[in-house]
Nanobody
Framework: QVQLAESGGGSVQPGGSLRLSCAAS????????MGWYRQAPGKQRELVAS???????NYADSVKGRFTISRGNAKNTVYLQMNTLRPEDTAVYYC??????????????WGQGTQVTVSS
């Protein structure tokens, strides 16, 4: 079992910054790619940024150049630095991890979500 715990959400004015953190616990040896998704009211959950197994990271076009995903030293922590925030970034942000408990088996583990509100 893997548990993901997010923190760092909140309210900020347009142009401001926030840093989200996600810490994994439990069977962290089975973790693979980690990343961030978001879901705005009335919209589908979408990828924000994620690490990929071949190296590097994927970003949604809407956040490129503004958001940066990074890992902690322990590799079971992932951060999302969000700069130059816009009202359209308002959403619940979810940490995601691909978990491989056994060879050939993979599933998505989600955190509980943290609210980010960008408003003047």
């Amino acid at each position: 079992q893997v548990q993901l715990a997010e923190s760092g959400g909140g309210s900020v004015q347009p142009g401001g910054s926030l840093r989200l953190s996600c810490a994994a616990s439990g069977s962290v040896f089975s973790l693979r790619d980690m990343g961030w998704y978001r879901q705005a009211p009335g919209k589908q959950r979408e990828l924000v940024a994620s690490f990929i197994s071949t190296g590097g990271a994927n970003y949604a076009d809407s956040v490129k150049g503004r958001f940066t995903i990074s890992r902690g030293n322990a590799k079971n922590t992932v951060y999302l630095q969000m700069n130059t925030l816009r009202p359209e970034d308002t959403a619940v942000y979810y940490c995601n991890a691909k978990v491989v408990p056994y060879p050939g088996v993979v599933y998505d583990q989600w955190g509980q979500g943290t609210q980010v509100t960008v408003s003047s």
